[in-house]
Structure formats: C-alpha cells, structure tokens
C-alpha cells in the first residue's frame, strides 16, 4: 500500500498520508488508483465529517507523478490520457472538507491535489513550483487549477519559470495559496485542530457550504480542463527528448526562493 488513511470515530477526522517518502510521495499508478479508491470509500464513511491530506515524511507533500510510470497515450494528438485526473476528492464526488497539510515541495501533479483541497496549511519550509515547461510539457491542469487558487500573475509566473523558482510557502501565504502557516511540528496538529473544528459542526451545513463555495467556479474549471488534452498533446515535446532534459537537471542552477 502506498497510502495510508486513518479514521478517527472520536473526531470525526480522516488523514489521508501519501506514503511513498523515498520517492517524494509522487504518485505511481497503484497510489493514483489508490487515492480514487479512498475518496469514494470516505464518501460512505458517515463517522468521517472532515480530512487532512498530507504526506510522509517533511521533505516532500507530493513531487507530482512518479517518472517511472509509463502511460500509454492514444495516437490522435487531440486527446492525452493522464493517470492523475481522478486523484482529488472532488474528482471522486467527495464533498467533505479537506485540508491540505502541506509538507515540504509540493510540484506538477501535487497541485491536482491542492486544487482540490479547501484550503492549506503549509509548513514554513514548504515550497511550491512546477517543473513543466524546464521539462518541455505543458502545464496545463496543474496550472488552471493554480489559477482559480492564486493571483493570475503569480499562477503564471510559477506555471512558466518552471524549476528555474520556487514560492516560498511565506509568499504563499502572503498571495493566499496558503491560509496557515506553522512549524513543521506543528503542521499536522494545526490541521487537525481545522479538521476538528469543521467536523464538529453539523455536517449538512459544512457540505452544504463546501458545493457552494465550488459552485462558484465549477464551470469555468471544467471548461478549462477540457482544454487540456488538446494542449499536452499538441505542446508537449516527445517522450524522449523529456526524458533527456530531465536527465540534465542535476547540473542546472540552484533555483531561486522566493
């Protein structure tokens, strides 16, 4: 198993752990199936009103997908099959609150997660970029999802410096991607104390709420994403040539923080 979900009858708390922390808790196929799975299973679970998503370990919440996977892809160059579009909650019609506790880089993939989070909470050494455009892809669902959770300029700016940057999570804070900071000790218990705060209030209001907040912009994100194909298949450059900057990222320039 490469994720870990602990359920707390007494509070009404899920943590949901992303345990893959030698590989960065990136998300393999099995971790992508089984965040689908857990979500739906949380949908049922009538003793879990909130949850907390992180990940193990402090170095990293999610690097996005594991680089080993291979995804099979269709010929037509208007479509791309992508193995992380069902790994958020609200991809799995989970309306629940979930708060994101943010560990260390989160990048690429992650924000597939954190766009669908409520709202984050992020350790004071975390940091956030995506590695896209270094690599020669497209960052497309990532950045349309960081787009609805950030200042246009500033989804922009880490869409397209690539790992050239990275925000600190103090200036994630200070845009609003982040609505909480704290001490990397400190980090899980200050999302369970949110988490616990939410769950014990009347469930159907805090569900009711969470659709509501999300009716706000469900449209124009879904329109967005399905502009994201086209735009991977037709952007992104081949496999190979991926492959082979990728592999140069050691010597590349220490990146800046900011």
């Known amino acids: 198993m490469t994720l870990r979900v602990e359920r707390d ?53 999610c690097t996005g997908i594991d680089r ?32 994101a506790a943010v560990n260390g ?11 669908e989070s409520e709202f984050l909470i992020a350790s004071e050494t975390a940091t956030f970029f995506d590695p896209h455009t270094t690599y020669g892809m497209v960052s497309a669902y990532e950045a349309v999802y960081m787009a609805q959770r950030m200042p246009f300029g500033e989804a922009a700016r880490m869409s397209l410096m690539g790992t050239a940057e990275r925000l600190s999570a103090r200036r994630a804070h200070e845009i609003g991607l982040v609505s909480e900071l704290a001490e990397p000790d400190g980090l899980l218990p ?32 879904q329109q967005a994403l399905a502009q994201a194909p086209a735009l991977i298949a037709l952007g992104n450059l081949a496999p190979e040539r991926q492959a082979e900057l990728f592999s140069n990222r050691r010597t590349a320039p220490k990146p800046r923080l900011r």
């Open 190 to 221: 200050a999302a369970l104390r949110a988490a616990q705060t939410l769950a014990g209030f009347p469930t159907e209001a805090v569900q009711g709420t969470v659709r509501a907040l999300w009716s706000a912009k469900q449209a124009a994100l």
């Open 105 to 115: 880089m989160a990048c690429g993939g992650a924000f597939y997660l954190l766009g």
């Open 68 to 99: 080993g996977v291979d995804v099979p892809q269709p010929a037509s160059p208007y479509s791309a099959d992508d193995p992380l579009i069902a790994i958020g909650p609200k991809s799995c019609d989970l309306w629940k609150p979930v708060i």
């Open 9 to 61: 009858k007494a509070t009404g708390v899920a943590v949901v752990t992303l345990d893959r922390e030698r590989r960065h808790n990136a998300v393999d196929l099995a971790t992508a199936a089984e965040l689908g799975e857990a979500w739906r299973e949380l949908r049922f679970a009538e003793e879990v009103r909130a949850v907390v998503l992180t990940g193990a370990g402090t170095a990293a919440f």
